[in-house]
C-alpha cells in the first residue's frame, strides 16, 4: 500500500508561481509512474502531468504545456509539480497519484493511489 501526501498548495496572484511536492511511502517508489491531477468546482478531474519511473519521459496536458514541470526524485520518493503563469482558471484542489506500470497514462483510472490533494487558489 502506497501512501501519498500532497504540500505546497496555497493562495497565490495570478502570474505568480507554486511548486507541490507530493511524498510517498509503503512503497517502492521508484517502481511507480507519478501523476498529478487536478479537480476545479464544478468539475471532473482532471489530468495535468504524469512521469515514468525514472524521469526520463514527462507528459503533459495542452492546458499546462509549457507553465507546469512534472519531476520526481526517487531518492527523496518525492514527485514535483512547478506552476508557472498560473491563472484564475488554474483554482483547483491538486492531486497526485501513483500508476504501478511501465506505462505513463492520462486517465484517472489508470491510477492505484491517491493523495488527499491540496488546495491552490489564484487570485485576478
Known amino acids: 500500500q502506497v501512501q501519498l501526501v500532497e504540500a505546497g498548495g496555497g493562495l497565490v496572484q495570478a502570474g505568480g508561481s507554486l511548486r507541490l511536492s507530493c511524498a510517498a511511502s509503503g512503497g517502492t517508489f521508484s517502481m511507480y509512474v507519478m501523476g498529478w491531477f487536478r479537480r476545479a468546482p464544478g468539475k471532473e478531474r482532471e489530468f495535468l502531468a504524469a512521469?515514468?519511473?525514472?524521469?526520463?519521459?514527462?507528459y503533459y496536458a495542452d492546458s499546462v504545456k509549457g507553465r507546469f514541470t512534472i519531476s520526481r526524485d526517487n531518492a527523496k520518493n518525492t514527485v514535483y509539480l512547478q506552476m508557472n503563469s498560473l491563472r484564475p482558471e488554474d483554482t483547483a484542489v491538486y492531486y497526485c497519484?501513483?500508476?504501478?506500470?511501465?506505462?505513463?497514462?492520462?486517465?484517472?483510472?489508470?491510477?492505484?493511489?491517491w493523495g488527499q490533494g491540496t488546495q491552490v487558489t489564484v487570485s485576478s
Open positions: 497519484a501513483a500508476r504501478y506500470a511501465a506505462r505513463s497514462a492520462s486517465y484517472d483510472r489508470a491510477y492505484d493511489y
Open positions: 512521469i515514468s519511473w525514472n524521469g526520463g519521459t514527462t
